[in-house]
């Protein structure tokens, strides 16, 4: 039996896991790989590069908005703040933060690449001797807890930057912020980057640059699966295509197959007709309400944008509905008279009439509420925050 050049085992689950969710892509009609699938080591060196070219605006420009307001940032976020943040890959933009912060209690990188965690770490380690840090080899997209630092904690900020919740489509990115918003509890804040809508002509070439950067990355997925699953995939014979959907409001890249021909991906037989396409990421770009509509879907409200002046990127800070967190909520109810003999809350004497009444007064209410943020045509149920409990 070989060992794949990912030094994963055959029989190790891992390994199993990524073989079948691989398999289960190339035989979906139309077939279909996740973009996490990109972030090998050379996928992410790649990545690297595209951040280098003209084209692609979006780290550039992020970074120069964090330069700018990442003292005001800091100052909203308050002392000792243990920060967790969604992946590993930014160095740069989180020394800026933690440069910034008042005291932070801890730095938290929750990343599934283990060479990724270890790298980063390596160099924040060194760059923060004082400074905790616990590394969580973990998938930010299942549940998690967060971990206890020694020192006092005010406040768990989720940092996700780079825009990496556009790689989510919607149901995808509002469960991902139900899962930040309950890991960082009520005190808690979050820090999201996100691409804006601008002209679709600048957003495609960012995803197509002159030079083929981005080509090589995409591509890369499949010498991955040869390096990996022991694939045969000739990318000669396949090409990068990315176009913006503007309806849809996302940039969409595919692989496509330059002519018919047979593939085999660990033992397993695939037959690609000429010009089939593979869907392997989509790269979400919103308007500030756009998002805000998802953010309030999961429960969290926009307390404040910082942008730059082209208006190309966002930085969002995210707090939780005070509803999202009910069960905390101290409640003082009900006049003596509502309650019942034995101290219960009641409502008295509600004939057939007044509870139909009510009924209908409630659920007209509940529809016009839904009707102003989520069209009927959205899919997506808004967040409804649980019933308080009752003291
Ligand atoms: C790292 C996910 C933010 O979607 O813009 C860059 C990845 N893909 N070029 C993005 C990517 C093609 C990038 N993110």
Redesign the pocket.
């Known amino acids: 039996m070989s060992v794949p050049a990912s030094g994963l085992h055959q029989d190790d689950v891992r390994y199993l896991a990524m073989r079948d969710e691989i398999w289960r892509g190339l035989a979906a009609r139309p077939r279909k790989l996740s ?1 996490k699938w ?1 972030y090998d080591e050379a996928g992410s060196a790649l ?1 690297e590069r ?1 951040c280098e070219q003209d084209e ?1 605006y ?1 780290t550039r420009t992020e970074l120069a908005l964090m330069r700018e307001h990442v003292a005001a940032m800091a100052k909203m976020l308050g002392p000792q703040v243990m920060l967790v943040e969604y992946g590993s890959g930014s160095g740069e933009k989180t020394r800026l933060l933690l440069d910034h912060l008042e005291r932070p209690a801890a730095y938290v990188p929750i990343e599934i690449s283990r060479t990724a965690l270890r790298d980063s770490v390596a160099q924040l380690r060194q760059a923060y001797p004082a400074l905790e840090v616990v590394a969580l080899n973990a998938d930010f997209t299942e549940p998690l807890l967060l971990p206890r630092p020694h020192g006092p904690v005010r406040r768990p900020v989720v940092y996700f930057p ?3 919740l ?2 989510f489509n919607r149901r995808e990115a509002v469960d991902l912020l139900i899962r930040m918003r309950q890991l960082m509890g009520p005190n808690g804040r979050a820090l999201v980057g996100i ?1 804006l809508k601008k002209d679709p002509l600048l957003i495609e070439a ?2 197509n640059d002159g030079a083929g950067v ?1 080509a090589a ?2 591509l890369n997925l499949l010498a991955r699966l040869n390096r990996e699953l022991d694939a045969d995939f000739d990318l000669q014979q396949f090409h990068h295509r ?1 176009r913006y959907n503007v309806m849809r409001g996302r ?1 969409e ?1 595919f692989i496509v197959s330059r002519c018919a021909q047979r593939v085999s991906v660990a033992g397993r037989p695939f037959a690609f007709a000429a010009d089939e396409a593979m869907a392997v ?1 989509i ?1 979400c770009k919103y308007t500030v309400s756009e998002f805000a509509g998802m953010a309030a879907a999961a429960g969290l409200g926009v307390t404040h944008v910082w942008t730059d002046r082209r208006a190309w990127f966002a930085v969002v800070l995210l707090e939780p509905h005070p509803l999202a967190n009910a069960e905390e909520i101290p409640m003082s109810i009900h006049d003596a008279k509502d309650l019942s003999p034995d101290g219960l809350p009641c409502v008295k004497n509600e004939g057939k009439k007044e509870k139909a009444q009510r009924k209908k007064a409630a659920d007209e209410n509940v529809d016009e509420a839904l009707e102003e943020t989520f069209p009927a045509s959205d899919p997506i149920s808004p967040f409804v925050p649980a019933k308080p409990r009752q003291h």
């Open positions: 973009s990109f990545f595209i692609y979006v780079g825009s990496t556009g790689n691409d960012a995803y981005t990355f995409t990315a940039v890249t990421e790269s």
